[in-house]
């Protein structure tokens, strides 16, 4: 069945650095999507990516979250100056259509 | 704005006991609805969705939900639940129009061998 991967599983880094998450959606889909997940709280939507633009953001993506899609496979997810707050699994998913999403299996961001 | 409630939890059944997990969401149009689960470590799988006609909708490892409009629920069962069922179970809301899902917080259920 095919996967969506994410790159690292799991990733330390100190505030006020930059990151890059890293995901590789089902080749055939055309919908990209990150959704985040703070320790103990619910899955939420952070953008949505449909023909290399944004279709959809929600209000934590805010200016120092980007994401891009700078090749056929691969779909990132950049956070520029990271928070203590933005510590959280990080899920990346695809689709072919606007419903039935596939998950990657989630990048747990440390930031220390 | 678009919510979703799950109500319970956390849920803790014996073996071959019946699940009913509530899901309620606030949106008045059109919609598209799901459960997820995610056992323990790994990342969210689709166990059913409804996007349209019969209400009832089956899904993998014997889950089946029903969709209930005008009570604005899609509620998860399962007649019999074993072991391997332990994990946290969100349901998700998508509505027309849009791209995202909204999550409700999740229902962690335990099943006790």
């Known amino acids: 069945e095919p996967e969506v991967t994410q790159t690292p599983s799991h990733q330390v880094t100190q505030m006020g650095q930059e990151v890059i998450l890293r995901c590789v959606p089902i080749?055939?889909?055309?919908?990209f999507y990150w959704y985040r997940q703070i320790l103990g709280q619910k899955v939420e939507f952070l953008v949505s990516?449909?023909?290399?633009?944004?279709?959809?953001k929600s209000e934590i993506f805010d200016d120092q979250f980007s994401v891009e899609r700078p090749d056929g496979s691969n779909f990132t997810l950049k956070i520029r100056s990271t928070k203590l707050e933005d510590s959280a699994m990080y899920f990346c998913?695809?689709?072919?259509?606007?419903?039935?999403?596939?998950f990657g299996s989630g990048t747990r961001l440390t930031v220390v | 704005a678009q919510s979703v409630s799950q109500h319970n939890h956390h849920v803790i059944l014996s073996e071959a006991a019946s699940l009913e997990l509530g899901c309620n969401y606030s949106?008045?149009?059109?919609?598209?609805l799901f459960w997820y689960v995610q056992y323990p470590g790994q990342h969210l799988q689709l166990l059913l969705k409804?996007?349209?006609?019969?209400?009832l909708v089956k899904g993998i490892k014997g889950f089946e939900a029903e969709f209930i409009k005008s009570k604005f629920s899609f509620n998860l069962r399962k007649p019999s639940v074993q072991w391997s069922d332990t994990a946290e179970y969100f349901c998700?809301?998508?509505?027309?129009?849009?791209?995202?899902?909204?999550f409700g917080t999740g229902t962690r259920l335990k099943v006790l061998a």
């Open positions: 998700g809301v998508r509505a027309s129009g849009t791209y995202k899902y909204i």
């Open positions: 949106y008045g149009g059109t919609v598209n």
């Open positions: 998913a695809s689709s072919e259509g606007r419903a039935g999403y596939t």
């Open positions: 409804y996007f349209s006609g019969d209400p």
């Open positions: 990516f449909y023909n290399n633009e944004i279709s959809e």
């Open positions: 080749s055939n889909h055309l919908y």
